[in-house]
Structure formats: C-alpha cells, structure tokens
C-alpha cells in the first residue's frame, strides 16, 4: 500500500502527503479486484485505491521412479527417495506437497496446483546410489532433463497439459557375476516333489564392489517334462526370471537374471535317441518355414498368430530339452547349433510383428481407457460383446492415442460400467503395420487388461 500521494495545493502546487488506509492492507492470496479508502489530514474529501489480484496459472506433475530403466518390471516404491520438491527458478519458492499412490503405482508421485514457469527437481537418493537420468516429457516424446538448459516447465492444466518426470535411479554396484550352480545328480526313479524339493532355491550374485548377495530362484517344472528329462538321462533347466536387491543394478546391455542348472539322471546316447533328436529338430524347422505361409492373405489377421508362433516355439524347446539330454556329442553340439538358428529366425519373426502400448494412466478410469501405441492408429474394427451386453466406442485421440469409452455413457441401465465388461475387436495402423486382434476387460477399479497376441506394454519388449 502506498503510504503517501500527490495533492495539488491551493496555490497550484504539486505535493506528496501522507495518506491513511481502510484497510491498512489487502490480501493478495485470493484472486480479485478490492478497493481501499484514504484520507488525508487538512482534506475532506477521500483518495480511493484499487487493486487487482490476478490468479496465477497452475499445473500437475507426475514424477514416477524406476532402477535402471522405465521398464514395468524396474519400478521403485517412491518414497525409496526423501526430501522430494520442486524450486521455481524464478522465485525461488519451493514445492513439495503431493500424493502417492499405491497398489501397481507406488511408484509415482502426484503434485497440483504448481505455478507456470521452470522448475529445477530436488531430492535425497539410498546410500550408494545415483541419478542414471532424468526424463521429462510424454511417452515417445521424452528429453533429458538437466538444471541449466532443460529444467522441467509446469505448464496450465486448463491447457490438458501436464508435465511428466521419469526419474531413473542405477546403483554403484552394478551385476558383476552370477555364480553358477552345481550340477545336480538324482536318481531315475526320483518323483516329481522329491525332484522339486531337491533343486536349488537360492543363487549367489557378486556386485562390481566384490560383495556377494543371495537371490531367490524359482522353477516351472511340469510333469510331461519331468517324464521326458528322465526318459532322456538328463536335462540343462533355466530358472524363472529373479529380481536384484535395490543396492545393485543391472549391467547395460541387460544381463539375463537366470540360472541355469544341469541334472542328470545317468543315461546315455543311443541311435534311437539320435534318431528322435534329429525328427525333433528337423519339425521345428519345418514349422518354422510353415509360418510364412500362414493367414497371408487375411485382410483383417495378416501373417502367422501368437499361437502359432507359440507352436514353432514348442517345437523348439522340445528339441532343445530332448538335444540338451543327450550325453555330450557331436552330433549333439551340431543339433544345439541348428537349434540355436532357428531360433535366432524365429525371433527376429516375432518381433517384426508386436507394436507397443503405454496406458494413458491419468485419463485412464472405469469409464474410459487411453492408451498410447508405437505404431500410427488407424482407426478400430468391428466390436464383438463378450461378457456383457454392452456398448462401447473405439476412436482415435487428438493426440493419436486410442480412445475406449462407453456409448453412450450411463445412457440406459444395461450399458453402466461394471467390473468384468469384455470385448473383442481389433486395431488397424496405417503404414503398411498389420492389423492387431485384442481383448479388452474393463476391472472395475479404474484400470483395464489387456489381452493381445501382439499388442504389449511399453517397457516389456518382448526377446
């Protein structure tokens, strides 16, 4: 408030006076227009003062946390990281308030109503470990952040704009070594628990920093294959995929977390073995070249399914199982080889055919599902009702993601969004992308499935 004013005085003089408020002050918090009264001494009359808040433009960030890489499976708890905020560089005001969410996104962090401008990213890392990047911006559109030349900009939510922070933690120690097991060696009248109980349930890992680490193993052991490890004497078993402690990250390239173990059963090559080796191989080769041929000509399908891809790769795998329980041969190293050809070309065929997806998770609701896709949407086929009688609409999004939503929403009692409405339809592309055949769940919490041969979550490439 300013404490003086110009008077002009009797004489035709110009002078500043002092000058009383009501009110002594205006509160500037709230947006507005207020108003002010002064007097002055030797003055009837009153001088009036008027101020105009203006309200300042907010936005929404989402900060989410990862290990390593923005992989689904690296996601970190955020409050894994203390002391988070926000600094505009302008004011220097700090931000810090926000929400965490739990379940599958415990990993991310909610801020609101933070004013426009530039913001440098402040927060307090696990000892021993550091900042691998920092990426700000929406799927497939990401740049780095840093301080000086890229801090991150808050934009007006009123815009449908919000600002996204990936920020992705590596550890000092990194995967140095995975220690191999002992080769096991069981009876061939063992059953099937007895030969459970008997695998190893931990491996070692030693860091970069020479410091050992124990890590649970898990094993998928099915009775038919049991019976064929037997059969054949023996068998080389991959564990399931295991998770490294928080203190040690992955190398890059990404090492395999899997371990591998050979057991024998005390058996040995004969030319029936070889034999059946050799028609194993020379089938999964055969369905192999078969995949070229399959739905070519289907407009709506184009090319080989998952399930016949999943069948080549049966194939193979059985081959491999029967190949690695053979005793050690020529023949067998020449069988490993071919096998390890076809595969190789069935997974360059299998890659060619996925397109990726990124859900849309703050325009993602029970009514509505937004997901983003690698590939250029073209627009949805036909929508088949599988669980219930209920309508929706497939569109493609100004932004180009595609767009699930009920029609019309809440219109009529029988098309109200429940937990467990299905539906089948496909998505085409444009730039000669083949069409994708989907099933979509809506869960009833806020979040969908997903059920796709080909269509899968950004993050999970497929190898």
Known sequence: MPKTVSAKMSDGTTKEVTVVWV???????????????GTVEGFKGTVTLTVVVEELEKGVAYISLYKDSTSSSDKVDFDKITNFYLKNQKTGEIFKEGKNYSGTRKNVFEMKNIPEGEYTIHFEMPEGMSVKEIQLGDSYKETIYHPDTNPLVIVDSKMQEKSYVKIVLKSEATLAEIKPLEDLTVPTDITLDAFKEALPKHTTIIDSLGKEHQVDINWDIRPANFE????????????EFFTLPLSVSNTDPATRLKVTLKVTFENSNSEEQIAVADQLVKSASDALINLDTINNKDTTQRGFSKADADNVQKLIDEARTYVNGLVESKEKDEFSTELDQIQTKLTEKINARYVYYEEVEEETNINQFKFKVSADFWKAGNVERIAQNKAIIISKAADGAVLVKYSPLGSTSWNIPAAGDKW???????????????????????????ESDWLVEKGNKQE
């Open 23 to 37: 009110p002594k002050s205006i509160d500037t918090s709230k947006a507005g227009t207020y108003t002010a009264t």
């Open 228 to 239: 064929t490890y037997k059969k054949n004497g023996g068998a080389t078993l991959w564990s």
């Open 424 to 450: 089948e339809t496909t998505l085409r592309f444009n730039g000669g992308v083949r069409t994708l055949a989907l099933n979509l769940t809506n869960n009833g919490d806020g979040t969908w499935n997903i």
